[in-house]
């Protein structure tokens, strides 16, 4: 079993990513579900679905490239760890690599990016960060 079920995702969709692969599948859990509709609204994804077989549930995301055959992630890195949790507030929270990357926080209102965090003037936990 994976520690670290956030980590585990982000570098299966960075390793899919470089490889050019159409899909990558994920463990299930509700936060990578959430994360992964941060990314969808974004634009970083297509799509994802929620799969079960045999009663173990597992996500298929569908990755997203430009008309070149690029990937539209160029960089994906997880901020807070198991060992290390990092909290900003919202004051914190203002733009990522000047509008083109957002940090998904997990807060209070969900889990959400961090333009709608500082809109709301919420803060959280820094869960990961795209762009």
Request: with cysteine.
């Amino acid at each position: 079993m994976v520690n670290d079920i956030i980590a585990d995702s982000l570098t299966r969709i960075r390793n899919a990513a470089m490889r050019r692969l159409d899909n990558t599948e994920l463990y299930y859990a509700k936060i990578v579900a959430s994360i992964l509709e941060v990314f969808k609204n974004r634009g970083f994804i297509k799509d994802y679905k929620v799969n079960d077989k045999d009663g173990k549930q597992s996500i298929l995301v569908q990755l997203m490239y430009d008309e070149r055959g690029h990937s539209v992630i160029n960089e994906i890195t997880r901020i807070s760890k198991p060992g290390r949790r990092v909290y900003k507030s919202s004051s914190e929270l203002k733009r990522f690599k000047n509008g083109y990357g957002i940090i998904v926080v997990s807060t209070n209102k969900g889990v959400i990016s961090n333009d709608e965090a500082h809109k709301a003037n919420v803060g959280g936990e820094a869960l990961c960060s795209i762009w």
